[in-house]
């Protein structure tokens, strides 16, 4: 059992910035991040796979993902921060033999307001 805990979430004004974290209990090959807007669907925002990560194209130029030398702690750089980009964001994990992301953390809300 992997568990997750994530950090750096806040409020802050269109144009802003955030990085959020995410420290996994241990290793694990794959990493992601997720967000959810309210009434909205849960929808992937960016994933790493060991050191090798990519964002969806609504955020890329914008977030970058990366992960730490430890490798147990994955970063979201969110640059240019848009009030569309409000969500519950979602740490997850998943072992390379896992089709589904299996491990969850608990979320943490970003508010970006115009």
């Known amino acids: 059992q992997v568990q997750l805990v994530e950090s750096g979430g806040g409020s802050v004004q269109a144009g802003g910035s955030l990085r959020l974290s995410c420290v996994a209990s241990?290793?694990?090959?794959?990493m992601g991040w997720f967000r959810q807007a309210p009434g909205q669907e849960r929808e992937i925002v960016a994933s790493?796979?060991?050191?090798?990560?990519g964002t969806v194209d609504s955020v890329k130029g914008r977030f970058t993902i990366s992960r730490d030398t430890s490798k147990t702690t994955v970063y979201l750089q969110m640059n240019s921060l848009k009030p569309e980009d409000t969500a519950v964001y979602y740490c997850?994990?998943?072992?390379?033999?896992?089709?589904?992301?299996?491990?969850w953390g608990q979320g943490t809300q970003v508010t970006v307001s115009s």
């Open positions: 241990s290793f694990i090959y794959i």
């Open positions: 790493i796979t060991g050191v090798s990560g």
């Open positions: 997850a994990a998943r072992s390379l033999n896992q089709h589904e992301w299996t491990y």
